[in-house]
């Protein structure tokens, strides 16, 4: 018996390219076709236009021939009514000759308009109107000059000579203008005659066009429906055999997959209509019947929610041909409720032309048990990892040969190593060490045990590099692993970082020689410093005391960070000048103490210039740096130190005196130069607000002295200003609670400053209390009535005046009278009474 062949399922895509032949003969020809219309289309298309443009002449034609007709019909109509008017003398004549001119020339300016694209047509008219104006000045006008009183007899010789001549040149004007226009008529006519010839012609060909063309198409889609029917008849016999073939092959797969034990599934994609086999039902506790209709929707209905998501995933990929195969492990419900895992398989099995799947088949196999197993060991060994990941010692566990099996985090963050990294590298590799005194290489704990098969420990004094070099001190123990037979398979290592106590020992032990604010070494560093270079004979040795400038205005003018931050500015300076073996000391709060050792006066001297160049260069804000500095020699170890260090702090001191106030002072101008170029509104302000003192204070018959003292206190009162934010300057809304109190300490942070100069002792007291209020309600103080001191209290109301009238960023500014009415409003809560009434009175016959 012959032995049957059996073929495998072929794909319809595979079925339909056995086709593409006849179907691209069939595209090409219904091309050709639409070819052929377009064609067609675009010939009838360019006749529209022609026959348009045809009609288009013929319309222009038919204008030339009417205007040009009426031009020549008014021409003979003047040379009549001009003979007339010269035989009959009636008045009725002569308007006819005015009639027919205007007519002439309304018809001829028609007449250019229709032919105005036309040169030689132009030309010609051209002509027309030079004989017209010749027919009138030789021929109508010589007409009616003739007319007597009476009636025109034309009986004397003269005159009929005269009237002679003049209608032998009427004639000959009226033929010449009679055959230019008669030349333009016979042009257009034979050039419209052309254009329908031409017409005429494309219509023929059109027609042809149309013929042949139909007959082309008929042809074609007589071929093509040859082909087709032909493909079609072929196609239905291989079809027939094909369904046969798969029918054979669709039951020998059947026995395969009933002898499997798994479940199968068709889909039609497009109609989402499902076949499941009984073992698929089974699966789930159900029977093909209950599952009826079989549908997408039943598939999607008893997966897990969760699973859903990732299974429509992963089908978008299908689809998209990312990925040949869907596979997925899913829950899918049971009919008692209880959740099955399923490994789904499938596959695309049918494409269309245009690549969108239409049919796709695949398994369902129960894989429930295996999960189970799965899950026990999944919680055993996460068990295992989380007491070893939870430990706050290091852990490195490896097999018998050495190779790193697993290491939790603190393992990984202490080698440097991840467990990707470290997975399977040798011990020794991951785990490096070295002595902390000597610097050699560190003995490998697990090398150690698995040729012992005991428990081993590291010294102290090992130090830990890791992959990154950095090093940390370690005390570890390694142990074997052994199973229940007692042999070692691999070894475990437990270790910890114990860097931190050294380094707090490293750390207490600096802090106690360091000054924490500029890192420079402190009182104690020096006393042992001086001690060291006395022992190693390093005379003379140097000492430069230093005291910063300025520091007790920073502090107390801006904050005490501005004061630390001039103290580190001063340090810094100090460590880019010294030189190697130079003692850099902090000795107290504003302090410095440089040591040189082995050198001399001019050496120290040349020192303390080098620094005062440099803090030239540095400020702190606005404020610039200077030092109050004393130089002394240690020429000996004979010589008591401490005798030197206060022949050095006596010089500090004298120069402190002398030149500190001028420094200060420096200072101050240097900030209010600085506030004026930056805010350009303070200082207008600051000026008026001082002009303003000095008028009410010669209102109140003060003397020169205390006048200026008023006029500095006006332009000196909003230097506390300077350590504001400028945001809040200008800041064009209202203020938060964080920004007002900024705002209300600059009267205090502006006393401060002028306090430490002497020369403005006289003006701080009147800056501090310029914003308190009669009533007590204003600050810093909350002082009330005459406890305010006077000059405060005249301060208070130029500078609200100013405020008021003066542009500001929250406010429009106000009218001087509005300002003034203002002010006596509020006398007696806010301002003196008495000083409010006379700056009122004064500014009112200021303004006047």
Not at 201 to 226: C, G, M
Not at 419 to 445: C, L, R, S, W
Not at 643 to 658: I, S
């Amino acid at each position: 018996m012959q032995q049957r062949t059996y073929f495998p399922y072929i794909p319809m895509e595979n079925r339909m390219a056995k086709g593409s032949k006849v179907l691209h003969i069939v595209r090409y020809g219904f091309l050709v076709i639409a070819l052929l219309v377009i064609g067609l289309g675009v010939v009838v298309y360019i006749n529209t236009e022609r026959s348009v443009l045809v009609q288009d002449h013929i319309n222009r034609t038919g204008s030339i021939l009417k205007h040009s007709g009426a031009v020549l019909t008014h021409l003979n109509d003047l040379v009549n009514s001009a003979r007339g008017y010269l035989l009959s003398g009636l008045e009725l004549n002569l308007r006819r000759v005015e009639e027919a001119s205007l007519r002439y020339e309304a018809s001829m300016g028609e007449l250019k308009k229709v032919v105005a694209d036309n040169p030689i047509h132009m030309q010609r008219i051209a002509h027309v109107d030079t004989s017209y104006l010749a027919l009138k000045a030789e021929v109508v006008e010589p007409l009616l000059q003739f007319k007597p009183e009476s009636t025109f007899q034309g009986s004397a010789p003269l005159e009929q000579e005269v009237f002679q001549n003049i209608s032998s040149k009427s004639r000959f004007y009226l033929d010449e203008l009679t055959r230019l226009i008669g030349a333009i008529n016979r042009e257009e006519e034979q050039h419209i005659q052309d254009i329908i010839a031409d017409n005429n012609r494309l219509a023929t060909v059109e027609w042809f066009l149309n013929i042949l063309a139909t007959l082309i198409v008929l042809s074609i889609v007589h071929t093509l429906y040859r082909l087709t029917t032909k493909r079609i008849r072929k196609a239905e016999s291989e079809q027939l055999r094909f369904d046969q073939e798969l029918g054979e092959n669709h039951d020998r797969l059947a026995s395969l997959i009933e002898a499997t034990r798994v479940g199968t599934w068709e889909w039609d994609i497009p109609t989402g209509i499902m076949s499941f086999n009984e073992r698929w039902a089974q699966m789930l506790g159900y029977s093909l019947e209950e599952l009826e209709p079989q549908h997408i929707q039943v598939w999607k209905d008893l997966m897990h929610p969760q699973d859903l998501k990732v299974s429509e995933s992963l089908l978008e990929k299908v689809f998209s041909r990312d990925v040949d195969y869907y596979e997925l492990e899913c829950r899918m419900k049971h009919k008692d409720g209880h959740w099955v895992w399923v490994l789904e398989r499938g596959k695309v099995v049918s494409w269309s032309p245009r690549n969108v799947p239409l049919q796709m088949a695949g398994t369902h196999d129960d894989i429930s048990g295996r999960k189970r197993i799965e899950r026990l060991f999944y919680i055993e060994k996460n068990r295992l990892e989380a007491t070893l990941m939870s430990v706050g010692d290091g852990v490195i566990t490896t097999d018998m040969h050495g190779k790193v099996v697993m290491l939790n985090k603190v393992a990984e963050n202490l080698t440097g190593w991840t467990i990707q990294e470290a997975k399977g590298e040798d011990f020794g590799d991951v785990f490096t060490t070295m002595d902390a005194n000597t610097g050699a290489p560190g003995d490998n704990p697990v090398k150690r045990v698995l040729e012992s098969g005991v428990a081993v420990e590291l010294w102290d004094d090992s130090i830990l590099v890791a992959k990154d070099g950095i090093e940390h001190f370690i005390n570890d123990s390694a142990s074997p692993i052994k199973d229940e037979q007692g042999s070692m398979n691999g070894v475990v290592l437990v270790f910890r970082d114990c860097s931190h106590n050294r380094t707090e020992r490293e750390t207490i032990l600096r802090l106690g020689f360091t000054d924490q604010l500029t890192q420079l070494q402190n009182r104690r560093a020096y006393d042992m410093e001086l001690e060291q270079m006395r022992q190693a004979d390093l005379f003379p040795i140097a000492f430069i005391l230093a005291d910063v400038d300025g520091l007790k205005l920073a502090n107390d003018a801006f904050s005490h960070d501005t004061g630390d931050l001039l103290l580190q500015r001063v340090a810094n300076v100090l460590r880019e000048v010294s030189a190697p073996g130079d003692l850099l000391a902090r000795v107290g709060g504003d302090e410095f103490l440089v040591l040189m050792h082995q050198t001399s006066q001019e050496l120290a001297e040349d020192r303390v210039h080098q620094i005062d160049r440099k803090l030239r260069e540095e400020k702190v804000g606005h404020m610039t740096i200077s030092l109050s500095t004393g130089i002394a020699l240690l020429p000996t170890g004979e010589v008591d130190p401490a005798l030197v260090y206060r022949h050095a702090e006596r010089r500090m001191y004298r120069q402190k005196l002398t030149e500190s106030p001028k420094r200060k002072k420096l200072i101050i101008e240097t900030l209010l130069s600085v506030q004026h170029q930056n805010y350009p509104r303070v200082k207008i302000h600051s000026e008026q607000v001082s002009l303003l003192c000095g008028m009410l204070s010669r209102m109140l018959e003060l003397n020169e002295h205390d006048t200026e003292t008023m006029q500095r206190a006006g332009l000196y009162h909003d230097l506390g200003k300077i350590a504001m934010d400028q945001t809040i300057l200008e800041k064009p809304s209202s203020l938060n609670e964080h920004e007002w109190y900024d705002v209300k300490r600059h009267s205090e942070v502006g006393y401060n400053i002028l306090r430490s100069v002497p020369e403005y002792f006289d003006i701080a007291e009147t800056v501090l209390y310029h914003h308190e209020r009669w009533d007590g309600n204003g600050y810093p103080k909350g002082l009330a009535g005459n406890d305010i001191p006077l000059y405060s209290r005249m301060l208070s109301i130029c500078d609200a005046y100013d405020a008021m009238v003066g542009t500001k960023p929250y406010a429009n500014a106000k009218g001087k009278s509005e300002a003034l009415q203002e002010i006596m409003e509020f006398r007696g809560s806010q301002f003196d009474p008495d000083l409010a009434t006379l700056f009122v009175t004064m500014m009112s016959r200021e303004n006047s």
